[in-house]
């Protein structure tokens, strides 16, 4: 079983014409379409990749915008979480260094040929392969900290996680406070956790908003992704980790909202949950994925926004 996060350049010209890329296959047909990008680097911002990774497969400088959606493919034992990122053109194109031939194409035609699950999402089609086919399911469902190092080298972890802005009718904001002996003890956190093999990040977040608050919630649009490296955090067995987190941060609403209770199993990484009004929030401990959802959402007038 492995984990991976990846980052796409969603480029449209005047025309609405989409810019892809196929491989070169010299007296065969060619390949499927792909939209520009890949797996991003150990530490690297996902916005950053997608601008790197579009220029290395198309030869054009882009400037990348905002997260149009986060995907998953599951296959083959492989599990990709993937952004999906709106991007420009700014630049002449300076060459092919990829082997991808990189070109122009009109929706209508990428769709009626063959093209990868993360064309599907760009262009808003129904695609099986995206968000939960499982070939088989293996024993692990989430990414585990490796158990060795590459000689030289500290261990490093990757995760990508999916959390929830979540408020009711009346504009209550509903958290969850990290367990002493996490990151983050003690600070009042976004409901959400690490996405499982198979699953789509809008469905860990629903599992991850019941499991943590005993909430049947309500997954809306992706506001914002952020990620973050902690070059000298501490593995589970308190061993040093080069660790590196993405998050998706979506936005979410609980129609027929209870009393916040935590309902996973006991010893995990939640201690309580708990509605607050908006002006409580300025006196309590937050934690950094709270304090990435103020850049993007005004939490003290969500409950207009749902």
């Known amino acids: 079983m492995q984990f991976r996060i990846a980052a796409y350049g969603e480029v449209r010209d005047e025309n609405g014409r989409v810019l892809l890329t196929r491989r070169k296959r010299a007296g065969r047909e060619a390949g499927p379409w792909h939209l520009p990008g890949g797996v991003i680097d150990h530490g690297e911002p996902p916005k950053r990749a997608a601008g790197r990774l579009v220029g290395e497969h198309t030869g054009y400088e882009v400037a990348v ?47 009626a ?23 088989k399911a293996p024993q692990e469902t989430r990414p585990v900290p490796p158990a060795k190092a590459k000689k030289g080298r500290r261990r490093r972890g990757q995760r990508f996680g999916a959390y929830g802005v979540v408020a009711d009718v009346e504009g209550r904001i509903l958290l969850a406070r990290i367990a002493e002996g996490y990151p983050g003890g003690g600070t009042w956190h976004l409901p959400g956790g690490g996405v499982d093999f198979g699953e789509s990040p809008e469905a860990a977040v629903a599992r991850e908003i019941y499991e943590e608050t005993g909430q049947e919630a309500l997954v809306g649009s992706l506001l914002n992704v952020t990620s973050f490296r902690h070059r000298r955090a501490i593995g589970p067995e308190g061993y040093p980790l080069d660790w590196h987190g993405v998050r998706a941060i979506y936005s979410a609403t609980v129609p027929d909202p209870s009393a916040a209770q935590v309902v996973e199993a006991a010893g995990g990484s939640t ?36």
Do not use: C, M
Not at 73 to 79: D, Q, S, T, Y
Not at 117 to 127: E, H, I, Q, R, T
């Open 113 to 135: 040929e063959p093209h990868s699950p993360f064309v599907s999402a760009a262009l808003g089609l129904a695609d099986d392969r995206l968000a939960g086919r499982v070939d």
């Open 271 to 306: 201690s309580e949950s708990r509605w607050w009004d908006a002006d409580a929030l300025d006196d309590l401990p937050l934690s950094a994925a709270v304090e990435d959802a103020l850049q993007v959402v005004d939490l003290k007038n969500l409950a207009a926004q749902a």
């Open 65 to 111: 915008g905002l997260p149009l959606a986060a995907v998953a493919v599951a296959r083959r034992g492989v599990h990709t979480n993937a952004i999906v990122y709106a991007a420009e053109v700014s630049g002449a194109p300076a060459g092919d260094a990829s082997g991808d031939a990189a070109e122009w194409v009109d929706p209508a035609r990428a769709a």
